[in-house]
């Protein structure tokens, strides 16, 4: 079993940035991709990040592109996400998601572990 809390939301002003947390507990974390999710108010759940287990394959919605990294430090089971230049669109529950051996967004989107999810709102 595998237990994810994510941390680092808040209100920023866009062109902020911010970086949110996401550390894990149970489970060898370096055998599970990793990857964030955000959801808007009315709006399904959507796809943002994905990193494999090593590191080495990484994934991004469009949307983030040049905007956000994502990155992790196996050795203390956490994955991050640090987000520059944020915009009001970006206002959203961030949740982190773990899938055992997952490399792809596909993979990824049908995660074994989610976290509780941490706001992230961007003012205009």
């Known amino acids: 079993q595998v237990q994810l809390v994510e941390s680092g939301g808040g209100l920023v002003q866009a062109g902020a940035s911010l970086r949110l947390s996401c550390a894990a507990s149970g489970g060898t974390f370096s055998d599970y991709g990793m990857g964030w999710f955000r959801q808007a108010p009315g709006k399904e759940r959507e796809f943002v990040a994905t990193?494999?287990?090593?590191?080495?394959?990484?994934y991004y919605t469009d949307s983030v592109k040049g905007r956000f990294t994502i990155s992790r430090d196996n050795a203390k089971k956490t994955v991050y996400l640090q987000m520059n230049s944020l915009k009001p669109e970006d206002t959203a529950v961030y949740y982190c998601a773990a899938r055992w051996r997952a490399t792809t967004p596909q993979n990824i989107g049908v995660p074994n572990y989610w976290g509780q999810g941490t706001q992230v709102t961007v003012s205009s």
């Open positions: 990193i494999s287990g090593g590191g080495s394959i990484i």
